[in-house]
């Protein structure tokens, strides 16, 4: 009944006014990133780049509502800016919205997930063990590209998970848009593209790694060999999800209250700056510092690849 009561309480106009007013400050804040990421100054250039850093991942934020079609509720308002969203963060739109509804659907599921690792443990040669436990170890930021790429940029998967030719032309549109517009910056700009953005793009990947791999892994899902296989329930996800608890002010203002993962797998459709408004589930809730800690004492492959019931470690 409260969700019901919610979603006749769902006004898009209002919605509307408020991703308007958001997405203006996102703009500004990214110009005024841009324009220090300029400097001259050693100084005011690394505080624009670190600014800029942290821009894109309230974009890659944004992009996420935009997709719900929640932030923005008129499809073709949310097209736009997804696609404004994506240069920022990489994430070419049509593709991450098709993709993260499936993993919505079947969250719990990691036969069904499309964000799942294809590969399974069994399938990791010496090599990619000893690359995932060193990058895991010391920092490198290899897990949020990695993901991109297998998932949302390649079009060879998105064929095989969504064959319809419109999904096809969709999802080419993303990923070639975001490449036509590089190229364009890059030719025009040259070496200044990439003063302003190079060191800001790897600070973002640094950043999203942990943020990333917090949400799902080394957490158990369904077993298909004993459970009938159906799309669990949005207000079932949360023992699926992690949600990584914050100071309030950096839940708010830079994280846009997505930290709040597993109440927004039970109410997909609530927009970022709602969620506070709702109740948090009980499961899988852990302070920031103690995930880092434990998740960094584990091998990277363990974390990945493996759940509590295998390694008897709880996140």
């Known amino acids: ?158 064929k095989r998970l969504f064959p319809d030719f419109k999904s096809q032309m969709k999802h080419a549109l993303s990923v070639f848009f975001i490449l036509f517009v590089f190229v364009g910056l890059i030719s025009y700009f040259g070496t200044v593209f990439f003063k302003c953005w190079l060191l800001a793009i790897f600070l973002f990947f640094f950043i999203s790694d942990p943020i990333l791999l917090s949400q799902h892994t080394h957490l158990d899902y369904h077993d298909i060999e004993i459970t009938p296989l159906k799309p669990v329930r949005y207000i079932e996800q949360s023992i699926f999800c992690r949600s990584v608890v914050f100071p309030k002010w950096v839940e708010r203002y830079v994280l846009y209250n997505t930290s709040k993962h597993g109440l927004h797998h039970q109410y997909p459709w609530v927009t970022f700056y709602d969620l506070p408004k709702w109740k948090d589930p009980e499961d899988n809730y852990i302070d920031w510092r103690e995930w880092l800690k434990i998740a960094k004492n584990m091998p990277g492959h363990e974390m990945i690849f493996h759940s509590t019931k295998h390694t008897g470690i709880r996140l």
């Open 1 to 158: 009944m409260e969700v019901k009561n919610e979603l006749n309480q769902f006004n898009p106009y209002r919605n509307t006014f408020y991703s308007s007013i958001i997405l203006t400050w996102q703009l500004c804040f990214s110009s005024f990133a841009i324009y220090l990421s300029l400097s001259e100054n050693l100084l005011i250039w690394f505080i624009g780049q670190n600014l800029l850093a942290i821009n894109m991942l309230q974009w890659f934020f944004i992009e996420h509502d935009l997709g719900h079609h929640g932030f923005m509720p008129f499809k073709k308002g949310s097209a736009f800016f997804g696609h404004v969203a994506s240069l920022f963060c990489l994430l070419p739109y049509y593709p991450w919205q098709q993709v993260h509804h499936a993993h919505h659907k079947w969250t719990g599921w990691r036969e069904k997930d499309p964000t799942m690792p294809e590969i399974t443990f069994e399938q990791l040669s010496k090599v990619q063990i000893k690359l995932i436990n060193f990058c895991w170890k010391y920092w490198v930021p290899i897990f949020a590209i990695s993901f991109a790429l297998q998932t949302f940029w390649n079009l060879k998967r998105l």
